[in-house]
């Protein structure tokens, strides 16, 4: 494997086109494709599913978008470290995310950690909750983000608590229900839900879904491929949707209501045992002074 196959890689992914690929790279299109040939081959996996009227990746090709973007900015960043001699030597610390609204808390830490060290470089990414363990295990990612589950319990990982995070009902500010300090279940019975795919969730928000879903009327429900789009349906006033507090993003049109004898769950930080810098414990320590203000 090499990063000119990853860049020919990235930019099929970025326009599902080998012909665009292929101008983009300045390079003909069989080159493009046998370059995505000979890191499948590799891979031992397809990346891509392709047709005469499309192409799209497969769910392997999916899943190592992370790495190959990961894998092509370290090589960037490791060009640009010797341009200077003269220049100190960057600082980097790779942050992994379970969901884009956990990106939204990062910004006064990392700007903090900057007056601290100010050849840092962070390279910050998003993946699906069950690939972060693996940007851990393979060195691309130093941290990982996300409410723990006790599932995720790893011989060689060290959980850092960061916040504590209760589910709360999420809704539009004019919800019927917007005006009540806590939200039963029973309160549920009768609401329109909006459920995200089980496997983006920890498993006691998935059982609490499931519970909800059970003899429901499916016109009443509404089912989304991620947090993400559950929170937009949410804020286009489609109905409620459960979720831990802190992947709720802050803004004037979304509410949210505790749950009432709902489970409170624990947003930490995922490292390996071996892998804890004096950068990496600093930024720790900065964001838990910052989520204990919020």
Same mark, same amino acid.
């Given at each position: 494997?090499?990063?000119?196959?990853?860049?020919?890689?990235?930019?099929?992914?970025?326009?599902?086109?080998?012909?665009?690929?292929? #101008?983009?790279?300045?390079?003909?299109?069989?080159?493009?494709?046998?370059?995505?040939?000979?890191? $499948? #081959?590799?891979?031992?996996?397809?990346?891509?599913?392709?047709?005469?009227?499309?192409?799209?990746?497969?769910?392997?090709?999916?899943?190592?978008?992370?790495?190959?973007?990961?894998?092509?900015?370290?090589?960037?960043?490791?060009?640009?470290?010797?341009?200077?001699?003269?220049?100190?030597?960057?600082?980097?610390?790779?942050?992994?995310?379970?969901?884009?609204?956990?990106?939204?808390?990062?910004?006064?830490?990392?700007?903090?950690?900057?007056?601290?060290?100010?050849?840092?470089?962070?390279?910050?990414?998003?993946?699906?909750? $069950?690939?972060?363990?693996?940007?851990? $295990?393979?060195?691309?990612?130093?941290?990982?983000?996300?409410?723990?589950?006790?599932?995720?319990?790893?011989?060689?990982?060290?959980?850092?608590?960061?916040?504590?995070?209760?589910?709360?009902?999420?809704?539009?500010?004019?919800?019927?229900?917007?005006?009540? $300090?806590?939200?039963?279940?029973?309160?549920?019975?009768?609401?329109?839900?909006?459920?995200?795919?089980?496997?983006?969730?920890?498993?006691?928000?998935?059982?609490?879904?499931?519970?909800?879903?059970?003899?429901?009327?499916?016109?009443?429900?509404?089912?989304?491929?991620?947090?993400?789009?559950?929170?937009?349906?949410? #804020?286009?006033?489609?109905?409620?949707?459960?979720?831990?507090?802190?992947?709720?993003?802050?803004?004037?049109?979304?509410?949210?209501?505790?749950?009432?004898?709902?489970?409170?769950?624990?947003?930490?930080?995922?490292?390996?045992?071996?892998?804890?810098?004096?950068?990496?414990?600093?930024?720790?320590?900065?964001?838990?002074?910052?989520?204990?203000?919020?």
């Amino acid at each position: 494997m090499n990063t000119f196959q990853l860049r020919c890689f990235l930019a099929v992914a970025n326009s599902l086109s080998f012909a665009r690929a292929a #101008q983009q790279m300045n390079i003909s299109q069989p080159a493009v494709t046998h370059q995505i040939k000979t890191l $499948e #081959q590799e891979l031992k996996v397809a990346l891509f599913r392709r047709t005469t009227r499309r192409v799209e990746l497969t769910p392997e090709g999916r899943s190592f978008l992370a790495d190959a973007r990961s894998i092509v900015a370290i090589e960037a960043q490791a060009k640009l470290r010797f341009l200077d001699p003269e220049d100190k030597p960057v600082e980097r610390l790779s942050i992994a995310c379970g969901s884009p609204h956990t990106l939204a808390l990062l910004p006064p830490s990392l700007a903090a950690l900057r007056k601290r060290y100010p050849n840092l470089h962070p390279h910050l990414s998003t993946a699906p909750r $069950e690939q972060l363990f693996q940007l851990l $295990e393979n060195g691309t990612a130093d941290v990982a983000l996300t409410v723990f589950d006790s599932r995720d319990q790893r011989p060689r990982m060290t959980y850092h608590p960061l916040a504590d995070s209760p589910m709360v009902c999420v809704c539009r500010d004019d919800h019927p229900l917007v005006d009540e $300090e806590r939200i039963s279940l029973d309160q549920l019975a009768d609401q329109e839900l909006i459920f995200c795919d089980p496997i983006r969730l920890i498993g006691q928000a998935a059982r609490l879904q499931w519970q909800l879903a059970e003899g429901r009327d499916p016109a009443r429900m509404h089912f989304c491929h991620d947090i993400e789009t559950a929170v937009i349906l949410a #804020q286009a006033g489609f109905g409620l949707t459960i979720l831990p507090s802190i992947l709720v993003p802050q803004t004037g049109i979304l509410r949210q209501i505790p749950l009432q004898d709902g489970p409170s769950l624990s947003f930490g930080a995922f490292h390996p045992a071996s892998g804890e810098n004096e950068i990496l414990k600093t930024f720790l320590h900065l964001l838990t002074q910052d989520l204990q203000k919020k």
